[in-house]
C-alpha cells in the first residue's frame, strides 16, 4: 500500500467536499472539493513539466493558499516540497537553489495553479513509501550553512496523527490559520492538524489584530508564535469574551514568557498549551490538552517519541529519537552523522531537564550557553530572574568577549530602569558569576520571523562591549 502522506491526509478531508477548507477574512472560501481538484492537476502540470518522484519543488512566494496546493500537488506526484522564506534575498535563494537542485522553481503560485487549471487531474497519488523524502526543510542556522533537513513521507504521518489525537481535532473545529507556510510550524502542524479533521481554516496571509480579532469569533483552535499572544494582548479589545470560542490557544516555535502565559490565563481565563518542537522533528513535546499545563514547562514527550537528557547530568542537551525524527541533512552525511549518536538518538542542541513528573523544562540552545571565568551560565536562569524584576518587560542574556572573564554576562532588556540597581538585584538572586555585568535596555529585540529572539545578532552587536580599553 502506498504510504504517500498525501493520501493519508486526504482520508481525513470531510465526505461532503462542498465544506470549506480555506475561509477569507473578506468573505468567500475555498472548498475541500476545490483544493482536491486543483491539487490533482497541479500535480498532473508538476508530472508534465518533467517532476519525477523524488525530484524537489522549490516554492519561494508570498502566503497564499495557491501555496497549500503546490505543497500538496508536489506530495502527490512524488516529489519533494521545498518550501523558502519569502524575504530571502537572491544570494541566499541562490545557495537553497544550488544546494537542492530543484526541478522546478515557482515564485509565483497562484499563477501557476491558475495555469494548471487545463490540466487533466492526476488520478491516484504517486506511490510513495514511509521512508521516502516528503520535503526539505531549511533550518534557520545562525552559524554556519543553512542545513536542509530531509523529513520522510512517515515521518510527517507519523506526527500529524500524533497532534491531531493529542490536540483532540475534530470536524466542527474551526483552525486560525495566521502563520507563515515555509515554516514547519503553519506547513506541517497546522494543515495536518486541519486536513486529518477535515475542518475549516479561517485563512490569514499574515498576523494583523484586527482580522485575528474577528477570525476568533469563528475558530475553535489558534496556532501561534508567543509573539501572537504578547501581541493579542496590547490589544485592550482582547478580552474573555473575544476568546469565549477557542477551545485551546496553541503557542510554540519560540519560548513562552511565564508572564504572557499568566497575563493570558488574567485576562480570558484561558491557559495558553505550549508545545516544542523543531524542522527536524516537528513537535517533540506538548502540554497537555486535559491536565495541568505548566507556564514555562513544554510538557510530555509525544506518543511515541523517546526523549532523554545527554551527558549525564540532570540539565543536558536533549536527545530524541521516534518515527517522526528526521533522516538527517541533506548532502551533509558527515553532519547528519555527529548529530545521531551511536544508538539512533538525535541531538537537539536545545539544553533542558525532565522533572519527576516527566515534564520537560528548556533552558535554551547549548550554542547560547555561556562561560564566564570557567563556570557555565545557563542564559534563561538568568532571565528569569531579570524578567521578575520592576521595569523589565523581557530579557534576552547572552556573553559577550571579556578579557578577563573569557566572557562577560550581558543582559539587553526591554524595559526601563537603572542599570546599577538590576545588577545589584540580580546579585541578590544569582551566583555573582551568574549576575550580569552590563544590562543594556532597548527598545526592540531582533527577532526571526516566527518570533525567535535572535542572540547571534545580539552577540554581534555587543561583541566589543568588554573590549579592553
Ligand atoms: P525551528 O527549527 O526553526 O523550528 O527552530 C526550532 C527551535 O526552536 C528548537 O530547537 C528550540 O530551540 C526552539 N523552540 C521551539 N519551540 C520552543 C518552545 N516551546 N520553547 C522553547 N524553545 C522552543
Known sequence: MSENLYEILAAGFPADRTKPCFLFAEGGAVSYGELEDLVARTAARLVAEGVRPGDRV?????????????????????????PLNAAYTEAEVDYFLKDAEPAVFITDDVAYVDGAKGFEPLGDAVARSADDLASI??????????????????????????????????PEDVLLHALPIFHVHGLFVA??????????????????????????QQATVMMGVPTFYTRLLANPAF????????????????????????????????????RYGMSEAVIITSNPLDGDRIAGSVGYPLPGVELRIGGGEETGVIEIRGPSVFGGYWRMPEKTAEEFTADGFFRTGDVGRRDPDGRVWISG????????????????????VLDELPGVTESAVIGAPHP????????????????????????????????????????????????????????QRYADLFAAG
Request: proline share 4%; glycine share 10%; net charge positive.
Open 191 to 216: 494543515l495536518h492538524c486541519a486536513f486529518l479533521s477535515g475542518c475549516p481554516m479561517v485563512w490569514l496571509p499574515k498576523f494583523a489584530d484586527a482580522e485575528v480579532l474577528k477570525g476568533l
Open 404 to 459: 578577563d572573564f573569557g566572557e562577560g554576562v550581558v543582559a539587553v532588556v526591554i524595559g526601563e530602569g537603572n542599570e546599577a540597581a538590576l545588577i545589584a538585584e540580580a546579585r541578590r538572586q544569582l551566583a555573582a558569576y551568574k549576575a550580569p555585568k552590563r544590562v543594556l535596555f532597548v527598545d526592540e529585540l531582533p527577532r526571526n520571523a516566527m518570533g525567535k529572539v535572535q542572540k547571534n545578532v545580539l552577540r
Open 239 to 274: 478580552d474573555r469574551q473575544a476568546a469565549r470560542n477557542v477551545r485551546v490557544f496553541i503557542s510554540g516555535s519560540a519560548p513562552l514568557l511565564p508572564s504572557t502565559f499568566a497575563e493570558f490565563e488574567d485576562r480570558t481565563g484561558r491557559r495558553i498549551l505550549e
Open 58 to 82: 522549490a516554492l519561494q512566494a508570498e502566503k497564499s493558499w495557491a501555496g497549500v496546493v503546490i505543497y500538496l500537488a508536489a506530495l502527490k506526484a512524488g516529489a519533494v516540497h521545498l
Open 365 to 384: 540552545r547549548a550554542k547560547d550557553l555561556i562561560i564566564s571565568g570557567g563556570y557555565n551560565v545557563y542564559p534563561k536562569e538568568v532571565e528569569l
Open 137 to 170: 526543510i531549511y533550518t534557520s542556522g545562525t552559524t554556519g550553512r543553512s542545513k536542509g533537513a530531509m523529513l520522510s513521507h512517515g515521518n510527517l504521518a507519523a506526527n500529524a496523527v500524533a497532534l491531531h489525537d493529542a490536540w483532540g481535532f475534530t
